[in-house]
């Protein structure tokens, strides 16, 4: 089910803002997972898309959100954007798939040389014994790719963030903000206005 155009519109016009602001990192949003044992974990990822099917960013199927995503395809992401008019933050809850294999290299494709061979170097989320066996892997990879285009690695790809709710809060003085929340059930979104 595609996002409302009113959603969507309204995203990329906030995100357009942020990305003019003096936000360092606009595209910044916390992703939150659930473990097997039903545990929360949080970090920060980069949105690198958003359409009409959700919002995508990228990563290692094998590192520890990777695991937690194969156990759990519910997730939150939450983007602050403090220097856009009073504060806006937007508040997304939905299941996770995984991208194509296809928009997945289109992606990779993009990356710095620097950071292909860091997806290929990297165990993430493994136990790292000191800094000089994350050092030569990078120096395997490049030697191995030296002259080369970088492949993508095939533990390595991307997430699409199916919505159910969107929720947009607009900072107003006095905490007498604004909140707009679309929901999903079953095949219809509802719009409606929250208390602050």
């Known amino acids: 089910m595609s996002l409302p155009e009113e959603a969507l519109a309204e995203f990329r016009l906030l995100l357009a803002e942020a990305q003019a602001s003096t936000d360092p990192e606009p595209t910044a949003m916390n992703l939150s997972t659930v473990d097997a044992a039903g545990r929360v974990h949080a970090r920060i990822v980069l949105l690198k898309?958003?359409?009409?099917?959700?919002?995508?960013?990228?990563?290692n199927y094998e590192s520890a959100k990777g695991d937690e995503l194969a156990q759990h395809a519910g997730v939150a992401l939450s983007l602050h954007w403090k220097h856009v008019r009073e504060g806006i933050q937007v508040r997304i809850e939905g299941a996770v798939e995984?991208?194509?294999?296809?928009?997945?290299?289109?992606?990779?494709?993009?990356?710095?040389r620097g950071s292909q061979?860091?997806?290929?170097?990297?165990?993430?989320s493994q136990t790292l014994p000191d800094r000089a066996d994350f050092e030569a892997r990078i120096a395997r990879y490049?030697?191995?790719?030296?002259?080369?285009?970088?492949?993508?690695?095939?533990?390595?790809?991307?997430?699409?963030?199916?919505?159910?709710?969107?929720?947009?809060?607009?900072?107003?003085?006095?905490?007498?903000?604004?909140?707009?929340?679309?929901?999903?059930?079953?095949?219809?979104?509802?719009?409606r206005m929250l208390y602050p």
């Open 49 to 59: 898309a958003v359409d009409e099917h959700g919002f995508r960013f990228y990563t």
């Open 98 to 112: 995984r991208t194509s294999a296809a928009d997945s290299d289109a992606y990779f494709a993009t990356r710095p």
């Open 117 to 124: 061979i860091g997806a290929w170097a990297s165990l993430q």
């Open 142 to 191: 490049e030697a191995q790719f030296d002259g080369k285009d970088v492949p993508r690695p095939p533990h390595w790809g991307g997430y699409l963030v199916v919505p159910d709710l969107v929720e947009f809060w607009y900072g107003a003085k006095f905490r007498l903000h604004e909140r707009q929340r679309y929901e999903r059930a079953g095949g219809t979104w509802t719009k």
